[in-house]
C-alpha cells in the first residue's frame, strides 16, 4: 500500500505549479522607436511628393511630402519591411530595424511602371514660383505621349486647407485655366496622367505663391451680378479688385484713415447696416444693430472717427457713434423737428462733424455743423433752391465740399438736373463750383476729397438715370476732370 503524501509535499507541489503558471502568464514589455526617410525618383533622383508609404508588419500608413520625406513617429521595436507605393510605378521595398528610443532612416526609390505612362512634367507657374497672378493658366508635358486617349486629373489645393479648391476628372488637355485664387496665397497642384488601360502616373507636387494685395488707394460700388458689390483698384485700373461676394446690395465704401479697414452699407434684413472688413476683403463683419435708416437714406449716412476706431452713423433724427467691433452705441446729436440726419464727416481739426439733415420731401436738404468740442450746433447752408447733400471737411477742416442742384429743380421723386460739387470756405463763407467741363445732361454726385487736398473724386451719371455711371477726380488748380473708372458709382479714395 502506497504511503499518503505529506500536507507539506502537497503545499510545495501546488506552490511550485502557481509559480511555473505565473512564469507562463508574464508579458514582455513594448518598446517604441521611430522610422523615417525620404522616396525618390529612380530616373531623376528628385524627392516623390504624395507616395504611400507603409511597413510589413502593419503599423499605419503615411504620405510623403513634396520632399518626398515620411515618418512614422512612434512604432515598436523589431524588424520592418518599408513599401512605398505610387500609381504608375512598382513598389519600392526596403527592410528595416527599429531600436529603441532612437530613429531609424531609409530611402527607397522608385522605379516607372513599363506599362505606365510617362509622369507629367515641366510645370507652369515653375514649381515654387512667386508673384503669380490670381487667375493663371497652369500647364505641364508629357513625354512620348502615343496614346490618343490619355487623359488627366488635376488637384489645386490652397495652403492649410485640407479640401482641394479645384478638382478636374479625365481632362484632354494639358492646360487648365483656375481663376479667383487669393493674394499673397500658395497653392499646390498635382497632375495624374491616365492611359487608355486606365494604368496611372502621379505627377510631381508642385507648387507657386500668388502676387500680394496691391497698393489700391480707390475703392467704389459697382452693379456687374445683379446687385452692387464693392471693388477697389489703382489710379490705373490694372489692380481691379473685387472685395465682396453678396446678393446684398453693398454700398458706400469708406476707407478709414490709415487703408486698414474699410466700411460700408449693406442691405440686410430689411435695412441697411454698416459693416467692416480689411482692405483685401477679408473678415467682413456687420458693426449695427440699430440699421441706417430714415427719410431717403440709401445707406449714405455714415463716416470713420478721426482715429479710425468708431463710425459715425444716421438713424432717422438721431446721430449715433460705434465703435468698430459694434460696442458702445452713443446718442450724438439730435435733428431738427421733421427732419432725419443724412450724409456726415468728421474732423479732427477742432473736432467737428459736418452732417446733411433732410425733410419729408428729398429736395428739403441743410447742411450743419456740430462743433464737440465747444457743444454747438449751427446751420450753415439751408433754404436754397435745388438740392445740396453729401458733406464732407477738406483735410485741413477749414472747408467743406458738397453737391448742390443748381437748376433748383425739385421733385418729390428725387430727380436732380444739375447737380455739381461746390467747395464752401467755412471762415469766409466763399462758394466755389468745382464743375468745370460737366457733360451737359448729368449730374456729379458724392464728391470727396484726395488725400492731399489737391483734387477730388466723385461719380457721374446721366440725370434720368439712363447709361452707366462713371468715376471722376477733377484737379482744383488745373480745372481739368479726368474719367478714372466706368460703371462705378460712391467713391472714396484715401
Known amino acids: 500500500m502506497k504511503k499518503p503524501l505529506s500536507r507539506a509535499l502537497v503545499f510545495v507541489g501546488l506552490l511550485t505549479a502557481l509559480l511555473s503558471s505565473c512564469n507562463e502568464d508574464t508579458l514582455d514589455p513594448t518598446f517604441y522607436g521611430s522610422l523615417d526617410g525620404t522616396v525618390t525618383l529612380a530616373s531623376s533622383g528628385l524627392p516623390a511628393g ?6 510589413v508588419p502593419a503599423t499605419s500608413t503615411v504620405v510623403t511630402d513634396e520632399q518626398g520625406y515620411f515618418l512614422f513617429p512612434d512604432i515598436p521595436t523589431g524588424e520592418y519591411s518599408v513599401v512605398a507605393a505610387l500609381e504608375g510605378y512598382k513598389n519600392a521595398t526596403r527592410k528595416v530595424g527599429v531600436a529603441r528610443d532612437k530613429t531609424t532612416t531609409t530611402t527607397l526609390a522608385l522605379e516607372p511602371d513599363a506599362t505606365a ?3 507629367p512634367g515641366l510645370p507652369t507657374p515653375s514649381n515654387g514660383a512667386d508673384n503669380i497672378v490670381r487667375e493663371v493658366t497652369l500647364k505641364w508635358s508629357v ?6 486617349a490619355l487623359t488627366f486629373d488635376v488637384v489645386v489645393f490652397e495652403s492649410n486647407v485640407p479640401a482641394p479648391i479645384v478638382e478636374v476628372k479625365d481632362h484632354n488637355d494639358t492646360t487648365l485655366d483656375v481663376s479667383g485664387l487669393k493674394f499673397n496665397t500658395t497653392y499646390y497642384w498635382q497632375v495624374t496622367a491616365k492611359n487608355s488601360a486606365g494604368i496611372a502616373t502621379h505627377g510631381p507636387l508642385w507648387h507657386f505663391t500668388t502676387v500680394p494685395f496691391p497698393d489700391n488707394r480707390y475703392v467704389f460700388s459697382t452693379h456687374r451680378d445683379g446687385n452692387y ?9 490694372n489692380n481691379l479688385v473685387r472685395l465682396t461676394y453678396s446678393d446684398k446690395e453693398q454700398v458706400y465704401p469708406q476707407f478709414s484713415n490709415d487703408r486698414r479697414f474699410i466700411a460700408y452699407a449693406e442691405f440686410s434684413d430689411l435695412a441697411y447696416h454698416l459693416y467692416v472688413m480689411n482692405s483685401d476683403g477679408s473678415a467682413p463683419a456687420r458693426v449695427t444693430t440699430l440699421p441706417l435708416a ?8 455714415f463716416c470713420w472717427s478721426p482715429d479710425n476706431g468708431k463710425l459715425l452713423y444716421s438713424h432717422y433724427d438721431k446721430l449715433y457713434s460705434v465703435d468698430r467691433d459694434g460696442s458702445n452705441l452713443t446718442l450724438i446729436a439730435t435733428a431738427p423737428a421733421g427732419r432725419h440726419f443724412r450724409a456726415c464727416d468728421w474732423t479732427d481739426i477742432g473736432n467737428r462733424i459736418i452732417v446733411e439733415t433732410v425733410g419729408v420731401l428729398p429736395y428739403e436738404t441743410e447742411i450743419r455743423l456740430i462743433d464737440l468740442a465747444q457743444d454747438t450746433d449751427d446751420e450753415i447752408l439751408a433754404d436754397e433752391p435745388g438740392t445740396i447733400q ?11 465740399l458738397f453737391t448742390h442742384d443748381i ?4 421733385s418729390t421723386t428725387g430727380r436732380q438736373l444739375d447737380s455739381r460739387p461746390c467747395s464752401y470756405d467755412l471762415d469766409t463763407g466763399t462758394r466755389t463750383d468745382l464743375s468745370k467741363d460737366k457733360p451737359a445732361g448729368t449730374n456729379d454726385f458724392h464728391p470727396r476729397y484726395s488725400p492731399d487736398g489737391a483734387r477730388i473724386i466723385f461719380e457721374n451719371m446721366s440725370n434720368d438715370g439712363s447709361g452707366v455711371p462713371s468715376v471722376f477726380i477733377f484737379d482744383i488748380a488745373k480745372g ?9 458709382r460712391m467713391p472714396d479714395w484715401q
Open 229 to 237: 458689390e464693392i471693388y477697389s483698384s489703382d489710379e490705373t485700373g
Open 50 to 55: 504624395g507616395v504611400e508609404v507603409s511597413t
Open 117 to 119: 505612362p510617362k509622369g
Open 294 to 301: 430714415g427719410y431717403h437714406n440709401d445707406g449714405r449716412g
Open 390 to 400: 453729401s458733406p464732407s471737411f477738406s483735410i485741413d477742416g477749414k472747408k467743406i
Open 407 to 410: 437748376s433748383g429743380f425739385e
Open 143 to 148: 513625354e512620348e505621349i502615343n496614346d490618343d
Open 480 to 488: 481739368e476732370r479726368k474719367k478714372l473708372f466706368d460703371n462705378a
